[in-house]
């Protein structure tokens, strides 16, 4: 998973061999499943993040992280059309509308637990269930198992220790799944969830999209982001699109969309360039006339400070 999409490198044999393993054993390991420095970014996130108690009635107790950049980016990344069609592909499930998950925490001697359960939901058609491991370090316990509901016999155990691999796993009515009794001191943190026939991804993105970078009344631009890098905002996740930019807003939640030529902004302030070096380097870049660059590029900043997805690279993003 990266930025501008899956990158898949293997062949269509891989994912015969897959597609065996998974019908044996109804599981399946995907080690090493993000772009090392994209991994990197969300884990740096997740150190600072906060959680919460959460309790899955007549399942287990768990801790939940709350909403931040690396939750919405990591949902974005796992609803990719592409990495839907090789899910398809390994599992022969029927056609994934979007993936749901949450990142959680399980700590040793804190009452978490889970407990045998089957995650079928008729409301939105799961279809085949996830979990990413998240934790740097190799925790004891917390091993995967899987049985058949009638017999109770277990059918398959799996650790997902590896930072960054991913398990794939089926659901069915006729079997069931839970996480074994973590040990020692070592939390594990994964992010976990279900592919689903509905609703549709796109759907839910649509409700959502903010149409249009809205101005506050009076807005303007301050000095200091005229005369010092600019940047991203710290909550401000964001993939790429084609040649667009889709920015995702962690506190309210709103998608917004770049075209190209605001794609290449966003990557100029990504590498610290002031305002000035960002309307240099398109001039260079465009056959436009420099003035009129300056005027767009300027109101499009204008834009992205008062909607609070860029800051000021020493002050923050102060309040106009």
Request: hydrophobic share 35%.
């Amino acid at each position: 998973m990266t930025r501008t999409g899956l990158k898949f490198s293997g062949l269509t044999k891989d994912l015969h061999r897959l597609r065996r393993e998974f019908d044996r054993q109804h599981c399946v390991c995907l080690p090493n499943i993000f772009e090392k420095e994209l991994l990197k970014e969300i884990d740096q996130v997740i150190e600072q993040a906060h959680f919460h108690k959460r309790i899955h009635r007549d399942v287990g107790v768990e801790s939940c992280m709350r909403l931040n950049k690396a939750y919405r980016l990591l949902l974005f990344l796992a609803n990719d059309s592409k990495f839907f069609d090789k899910i398809q592909k390994i599992t022969g499930c029927d056609d994934i509308g979007c993936f749901s998950g949450r990142v959680y925490r399980m700590v040793p001697g804190q009452g978490h637990y889970d407990s045998w359960h089957s995650d079928i939901d008729g409301k939105n058609g799961r279809l085949i269930a996830m979990s990413i491991n998240l934790s740097k370090e190799v925790y004891d316990g917390g091993s995967l198992q899987i049985r058949q509901g009638e017999s109770g016999k277990i059918i398959y155990e799996i650790e997902n220790v590896g930072f960054g691999d991913a398990i794939i796993f089926r659901l069915d009515s006729c079997l069931q799944h839970r996480l074994t009794t973590l040990k020692g001191k070592r939390a594990k943190t994964a992010f976990a969830g279900w592919f689903q026939s509905h609703p549709k991804f796109t759907f839910h993105l649509k409700k959502k999209i903010r149409h249009g970078l809205s101005l506050r009344r009076h807005s303007r631009i301050p000095r200091f982001i005229m005369d010092h890098p600019i940047k991203p905002a710290e909550d401000v996740a964001f993939i790429n699109v084609g040649p667009n930019t889709a920015l995702l807003e962690a506190q309210n939640g709103f998608y917004y969309k770049l075209d190209p030529v605001g794609s290449r902004i966003w990557d100029l302030m990504r590498k610290k360039h002031n305002f000035g070096a960002v309307v240099k380097t398109l001039s260079e870049e465009y056959d436009a006339d420099s003035k009129r660059i300056e005027k767009d590029t300027l109101c499009l900043v204008r834009h992205l400070y008062s909607n609070g997805l860029v800051e000021n690279e020493i002050n923050g993003n102060s309040p106009l």
